[in-house]
């Protein structure tokens, strides 16, 4: 059902999903009845069928929680928050979902799943005109034992976004991009430094009010599109792996 779906083949993998949760009988309450009920939701999600995941994640979540399966009980939260802030149905009630799950995530110490969850809560309360300086500091708290994991590619770059570009600093950026009127591109690779991204070579110097950046990157998807860019540049060519800075560029920068 899950592969499926992110196929595009959205007809099979909702009776995909059907069938594998009347494969998985509904008592007692157990973690694979939880597991299949998810796929099932976010294979709704996934055809915007938004009213029908979220009353599949109301039953999700009571059997994650009676079967003590908190993770998929966090998942759950986070699907009814997606489908009440989809369905604008009740965007306060969203905000408490992600909150839950939020909790959740820090009580079972799932670092991914905490920062995936507290950038859904960003999200909603950019929406809800909410995000201010609690906001950030609740995503920074949830956010910064991402540099200890170890596969948390995942991680939306709105995490980083958020926490950078907060209205008080750039003037009124979120809601753009939350309304996808500003477009991102991604300035990692270049021509000598790929997967091994400590090579790169990309230089920018501090004039103090501004960095004068020199180098080039390559391999940017959406580049020749994007209104801006978030790029790894070195700031220090005496430490290879510690040199190394994150750049919010404006695409048409001279």
Not at 73 to 88: D, F, K, W
Not at 104 to 118: C, H, P, Q, T
Not at 139 to 145: I, Q, W
Not at 183 to 209: H, I, N, T, V
Request: aromatic share 6%; glycine share 8%.
């Amino acid at each position: 059902a899950w592969l499926l779906g992110w196929l595009g083949r959205w007809g099979e993998s909702l009776a995909s999903g059907r069938r594998a949760v009347a494969l998985v009988p509904p008592e007692p309450p157990t973690p694979a009845r939880a597991r299949v009920l998810a796929v099932l939701a976010l294979t709704l999600s996934l055809g915007e069928r938004y009213d029908e995941a979220c009353r599949v994640a109301v039953t999700q979540l009571e059997a994650a929680r009676s079967s003590g399966a908190r993770k998929l009980e966090g998942e759950a939260h986070v699907t009814v928050g997606v489908s009440l802030l989809m369905t604008g149905t009740d965007p306060e009630a969203a905000i408490h979902e992600y909150e839950q799950a939020l909790a959740i995530g820090r009580d079972i110490g799932d670092v991914e799943a905490g920062a995936l969850w507290a950038a859904n809560l960003v999200d909603a309360l950019i929406r809800a005109g909410r995000f201010d300086d609690a906001a950030a500091t609740e995503l920074r708290t949830a956010s910064d034992p991402i540099a200890r994991a170890t596969e948390a590619d995942e991680v939306p770059i709105q995490s980083a976004l958020a926490l950078m570009l907060r209205e008080q600093l750039t003037g009124q950026p979120i809601p753009a991009i939350a309304r996808n009127q500003v477009r991102w591109c991604q300035g990692y690779s270049e021509p000598g430094a790929g997967s091994d991204l400590a090579a790169l070579q990309m230089f920018a110097e501090d004039k103090g009010d501004h960095y004068l950046v020199n180098g080039q990157k390559t391999w940017t998807s959406g580049g020749q599109w994007a209104d801006k860019c978030f790029a790894l540049v070195r700031t220090d060519k005496t430490k290879k792996h510690e040199g190394i800075s994150f750049l919010l560029i404006d695409m048409d920068s001279p």
